[in-house]
């Protein structure tokens, strides 16, 4: 069943973000423009801040909203989250493996403890399937409502990646049409389904993304220096390691939801070792770059070049960059991270190799090099070099 929005639901409606990420705050503004009554728990600070259209328009993601601190109204967490409709659970996630799920759970609690009678909970951090089937448990403990009567609960995964779902998972294939209009975006409607077919809907656009992605790094392994300029195209030039990382959480988290072998594991465990194996491609690379140009390890400096957004609900990324830096220095110990437009580490009595990470910070690099004694090597599939 579809639901056809009516916009004069929204006006007023109270809705709480748990959680200041780049994905909810996104959402959380074009709700507050469309006339909701918004409010965004920053998990670091004690307070909700009421997010108002005219900020919303002023300040399009967290990072603007965090560098100028404009005066914002604010009232009590428990305050906010009593008063939610409804409320969504956007929040950052930095641990990985069994840390995460304890991690999550433990904001879970936080953000639905004080909710009131016939509001709805919508998750909009990805789970692999029956992950939901915990959160609806946890929070029947903790507000002693029940799911599907005296409290609602939706899924709506969002991403930085894709656009956002055309779906809503809901409990019991529940209908709201005041949350379809809130999350309308233009004259697209949303379809409410089961959350087990939410939960589908997610992993195969997961593991259509990955396997098509490490289609293209396991076969790009095996090209030759004769034959790589024929491979280059832009679909190859432009994706990055930034590209290859976002949504590897969602990945695992598929991963974890099976035990024993099946051909769907397969599918996702090959995929991570894709990505694994690009890794390791990738710091060869760099050792062979040293051994071609007569590099000595000692009078090498190892630049990570890659802007990583940091209130991503995701932290793939930030751990990524950890494991590369940890695995780089095995070899050279001179390694840094660097992040913006202006790089200006050119005048060095060690040789620079920049390894990009991202378009952005490719293009700032090419803006930058001039006449810079420099390699620039690029995270894509074929690892170009530039000299």
């Not at 915990?134 to 930085?160: Q, R």
């Not at 949350?179 to 409410?192: N, P, Y």
């Not at 090959?270 to 690009?278: Q, T």
């Not at 062979?288 to 390890?297: G, S």
């Amino acid at each position: 069943m579809v639901l056809i929005p009516s916009s004069d639901e929204v006006s007023a409606t109270k809705v709480v973000f748990y959680g200041l990420s780049t994905e909810g705050y996104s959402l959380a503004c074009q709700m507050a423009i469309k006339g909701a009554d918004v409010h965004i728990i920053d998990e670091s600070t004690p307070s909700a801040i009421s997010l108002k259209a005219e900020i919303a328009k002023t300040y399009p993601n967290v990072s603007s909203l965090k560098e100028d601190e404009p005066l914002l109204s604010m009232e009590p967490i428990e305050v906010a989250i009593s008063k939610a409709e409804y409320l969504f659970f956007t929040p950052r996630i930095r641990k990985t493996g069994q840390d995460t799920k304890t991690e999550i759970h433990s904001k879970f609690k936080d953000a639905t403890s004080t909710l009131k009678k016939g509001s709805s909970v919508i998750n909009s951090l990805p789970t692999g399937f029956g992950g939901n089937n915990e959160n609806i448990s946890l929070l029947e403990h903790v507000t002693g409502f029940e799911a599907g009567k005296s409290i609602s609960y939706f899924y709506y995964p969002l991403d930085l990646i894709t656009q956002p779902p055309n779906v809503i998972g809901s409990y019991n294939s529940k209908q709201d049409s005041k949350l379809a209009d809130l999350l309308a975006s233009g004259k697209k409607e949303k379809k409410f389904v089961a959350i087990p077919s939410a939960e589908h809907f997610h992993a195969i656009n997961t593991l259509s993304r990955f396997s098509a992605l490490c289609s293209v790094l396991e076969v790009c392994k095996f090209a030759q220096d004769s034959t790589k300029s024929d491979l280059i195209s832009d679909e190859y030039q432009n994706l990055f390691l930034d590209d290859m990382v976002s949504g590897l959480y969602d990945l695992k988290s598929l991963g974890s939801s099976f035990e024993g072998a099946n051909t769907l594991m397969y599918l996702i465990n090959g995929s991570i070792k894709g990505i694994d194996g690009y890794i390791k491609r990738l710091i060869d690379e760099i050792r062979t770059t040293l051994k071609k140009n007569d590099l000595k390890a000692s009078r090498t400096k190892i630049v990570l070049s890659w802007t990583i957004d940091q209130h991503e609900m995701r932290g793939d990324k930030i751990e990524m960059l950890q494991n590369l830096i940890s695995r780089l220095r095995d070899y050279i110990g001179d390694v840094e991270t660097h992040e913006g437009p202006n790089l200006d580490i050119f005048h060095n009595d060690k040789t620079t190799i920049i390894v990009a990470c991202s378009k952005l910070d490719f293009e700032n690099l090419k803006k930058n090099k001039k006449d810079a004694e420099i390699i620039i090597i690029k995270t894509n599939p074929l690892c170009e070099i530039i000299q």
